[in-house]
T-cell receptor, first 116, second 113 residues
Framework: GDSVTQMEGPVTLSEEAFLTINCTYT??????LFWYVQYPGEGLQLLLK?????DKGSNKGFEATYRKETTSFHLEKGSVQVSDSAVYFC???????????????FGTGTRLTIIP | DGGITQSPKYLFRKEGQNVTLSCEQN?????MYWYRQDPGQGLRLIYY?????DFQKGDIAEGYSVSREKKESFPLTVTSAQKNPTAFYLC???WGQGSHEQYFGPGTRLTVT
């Protein structure tokens, strides 16, 4: 079945440091890939997405590139801020294994803390 | 403003009682979902519904029930058969086949003692 494996946390960085959170996936078909962010006590917000190979999703300084050859979708940001502290989830939606519907398969989440 | 509302934000129940969590959306989305979040385990799908009056079990449906009588509403009942009901519950919705992106509500934290 489909699965998402993401970097174990927690991750602690200093402000302005470079961020990478690794995400790899296993899927039957050609999935869409997502990064969601969850701030304390809140629901999830879509951060960025990519729907086909070599697409780059970007938002709020975060980027991730859909790499089909390595089945990866690593999240990067060049200079993190304290306000980026949150839990980040990598997810996929595979219409082939889901028979056309849009169920999401999530990774376990990576808690990121940015220190001033 | 369009969005998804879940109420209440915190819910406390005694063991053996059924409890219903509310989820309402005004985004005109066809599909709705319920997830459970436990520390260190990510999100797991409980039930989902692609259209009114139809729903399917997700990966961990045992001990839960849902209904979808209106497009806007997808309440989740946590029954006394659920062995470990204390968790953070998240509702989501999406346009339906093809759009993939899901929009999430703020969540309900259920504590059963």
């Amino acid at each position: 079945g489909d699965s998402v494996t993401q970097m174990e946390g927690p991750v602690t960085l200093s402000e302005e440091a470079f961020l990478t959170i690794n995400c790899t996936y296993t899927a039957t078909g050609y999935p869409s890939l997502f990064w969601y962010v969850q701030y304390p006590g809140e629901g999830l917000q879509l951060l960025l997405k990519a729907t086909k190979a070599d697409d780059k999703g970007s938002n709020k300084g975060f980027e991730a590139t859909y790499r089909k050859e390595t089945t990866s979708f690593h999240l990067e940001k060049g200079s993190v801020q304290v306000s980026d502290s949150a839990v980040y989830f990598c997810a996929l939606s595979d219409p082939i294994s889901n028979f056309g519907n849009e169920k999401l398969t999530f990774g376990t989440g990576t808690r990121l803390t940015i220190i001033p | 403003d369009g969005g998804i509302t879940q109420s209440p934000k915190y819910l406390f129940r005694k063991e053996g009682q059924n409890v219903t969590l509310s989820c309402e959306q005004n985004l005109n989305h066809d599909a709705m979902y319920w997830y459970r979040q436990d520390p260190g385990q990510g999100l797991r799908l409980i039930y989902y519904s692609q259209i009114v009056n139809d729903f399917q079990k997700g990966d961990i449906a045992e001990g839960y029930s849902v209904s979808r009588e209106k497009k806007e509403s997808f309440p989740l009942t946590v029954t006394s058969a659920q062995k470990n009901p204390t968790a953070f519950y998240l509702c989501a919705s999406s346009w339906g086949q093809g759009s993939h992106e899901q929009y999430f509500g703020p969540g309900t934290r259920l504590t059963v003692t």
